[in-house]
């Protein structure tokens, strides 16, 4: 029956959307995913280089033994956020002659076979073999792998646990996440205990005592059979799906937009649309993540404190959802296409609604940018000058490829790792909107006039702007010779 | 109302859908009928306009529907849940919908009342999303969707499927009433057929994209199609 079930388990992955039907997808992402490897991978292997430069002075294996635990923190903290039940894949199997402890077993069981669970093998097995066993010899070393399976068993199902019940209640993730956040400022911030002291104390006497290291896989069995029997017992389609619980929802109106007539309804939709589902939903807030992308840049020496970079960044943090979001347009909306086709909202206005939105949004990130007024005027005015770049050109770009959108994505799905809906055209896309400002921008600042290129790049954008009847027209007249095909690739689940 | 000139549509060699002449008058109630892949849905997403037929068209009041819009402004349609914006509760959707005809929300509002019997309770005020409503919920709303937008034509796909039989009842009055006395063209798919033969004065009957019975609805075309559809039985 196992084995029945992990053939199904196969074809679920091979055959699921995610995965990609196009082989250019698929080998794209396993570029992806084998790229953050290979990057996790020298991180584990130079391990003790980065050690012996963060904590100068103090022994190595020592820093090693405290950061384990700290690392374990934060990886319950992602797990709570990223990792997903793997649970749903059971309810057709629920009413057929099928044992319940199997189900169960099997369920607990591929929770394990998660990404998450390679992570701190490939971070720290590395440093164990260079430098704990040259130290103390293969006993120990055998030891902290142990430690570091049942450490990472129990964090699997503490989380899968923790995930099980916030469904049911959302305020159960709000508590966990503040609980860590208390762990977490109690040792950084108010210094009440050190978790690296916590941590080298159990670890530091491993390397002594390497029975020690049945503990923390007593302590992920613990977890796992906890988890079991929470699962046996609540083996119900509500407590497994992935649904949260509903709360009551209320209609809720944007009486700003109301001025706009019908664009602005189809804006207030789109605005809905953002807000209440789980993909675009992520699609905002990993935009509100990169309004920090400047701090990276600004003010540092050499070229990444430059003004290129500035108009770089300055486009990113203000085109960031236009991008972000833009690209799958029109996507989104691909589970009502067909009644928006058929309801008699003209083009013009679903277009003028898509213009109206890109504004709005990209006006407010705006606003959060001017904190960054503290590395001068200059920067502001930059910022400015690229959103009138975005609102101009970028949005223009990305609709004229939202013509060429043919994929359907699921709204419901988070948007990490998430390839539903990628097609050739997000690559394509992404070309020219990063590098036609520079191509603008950049021989002007080649030459020493970079305040020309400025102004070029401020025409441009509010060329295009008040053209935008002109790119309404063109678009709108290109949708017509495609909209069968986009309805269609819609319509194909 | 709806006239349709050696309509087409192609898929990988298979013929779906094959109208070499229709003509729908205006006041009429159509019933279509036909097994699981007839190509009923098919024809309607034609005549919406929604895919791109292989020859001929499909004209509505005069109007060809492909790359004219015009007929959406009396034309009223509900195939499937894809019609339905899903993230939004079912009051902004009527809103939307009504405010796409220039309805105010008062005017919306006063409408619904009228259909509270309907709803049975199940629709408004109850805070859920579209997504959240059943199966049966969300083609209640679907259906007042379209009686809300005071259409001269009506396209329904299979109402009648995953509704409760109490709505059932409440629907096949309403569609008597929409027709009987305002004058609404309707043109209904279903499987069930008692109900269509209840509610419609003439029956298509599907067959691999053609139209092969044109009947008009007597006390014999309940036998006339049970004897078609039970294929085989005693």
Known sequence: MTSTFIRHELKAFWRSKNTGKSIAIRVVMS???????????????????????????????MSFCGIILLYYLADLFTRLQLQELPTLRVQPYLQLP???????????????????????????????????ATDSGPMVSLAFIVALAGLTLFNNYLALFIKRKSNLNGWIFLIAAGVIALIALSDFYWHIFSIRKISYLFFGHLISQPALALLPVLLGALMYYFNFLYLKQNLYLEELS????????????????????????????????????????????MGLFFLFYGLLFYGKPGPAGSEGFKVFVGMFMTGIFIINYGQFMFSWQASHFDGLLVSGISFTDFLKGKYLLFTIISTCFLFL?????????????????????????NTTMVLFFANRNYKRIDLSKGAAFNWEGVSGNQWILSLPLMVTPFIIYGPFALLGHANIGLAVLALTGIGFILTRG???????????SKRYKIAEGFRNK | MIEIKNLKKIYSGITVVNVPNLEIRKGESVGLVGNNGAGKTTLFRLMLDLIRAETGEVLINDENVAGHENWKKFTASYLDEGFLI??????????????????????????????????????????KYIRDLSKGNQC?????????????????????????????FRLKSLLKDLNKNKGVTTLISSHDLNHITDVCERILLMEKGVIIKDIATNSSTLNELEAYFGVGQL
Request: hydrophobic share 45%.
């Open chain 1, 242 to 285: 992935s649904r949260k619980a509903t709360s009551y929802k209320s209609s809720t109106e944007f009486p700003l937009l109301n001025s706009f007539g019908s664009v602005g309804d189809l804006a207030g939709n789109e605005i809905k649309l953002i807000i209440r589902n789980k993909r675009s939903r992520s699609a905002l807030i």
């Open chain 1, 98 to 132: 099928i044992r319940r402890n199997l189900l169960v077993r099997y369920l607990s069981f591929t929770a394990i076979l998660s990404v998450f669970n390679l992570w701190p093998f490939i971070l720290f097995v590395p440093f164990i073999t260079k430098i704990i």
């Open chain 1, 470 to 480: 002109f790119w309404i027209k063109q678009l709108t007249a290109d949708f017509y």
């Open chain 2, 140 to 168: 209640k709303v679907g259906v007042a969707s379209c009686l809300l937008q005071n259409p001269e034509l009506l396209l329904l796909d299979e109402p009648f499927a995953n509704i409760d039989p109490s709505t059932q």
């Open chain 1, 31 to 61: 570029l992806v995913i084998l790229y953050l490897f290979i990057n996790l991978f020298f991180l584990g292997f130079f391990l003790d280089k980065i050690l012996e430069k963060v904590f100068k002075g103090e022994d190595l294996v």
């Open chain 2, 86 to 127: 899903d993230y939004l509760t079912p009051e902004e959707y009527f809103y939307f919908i009504g405010g796409l005809h220039q309805q105010s929300h008062a005017h919306v509002d006063d409408f619904l009342s009228g259909l509270s019997d309907f709803f049975n309770g199940e629709i408004l005020k109850k805070g």
């Open chain 1, 369 to 393: 940018t001017t904190p960054y007024i503290y590395f001068g005027w200059r920067t502001l005015l930059i910022h400015f000058i690229m959103y009138l770049w975005n609102i101009g050109v």
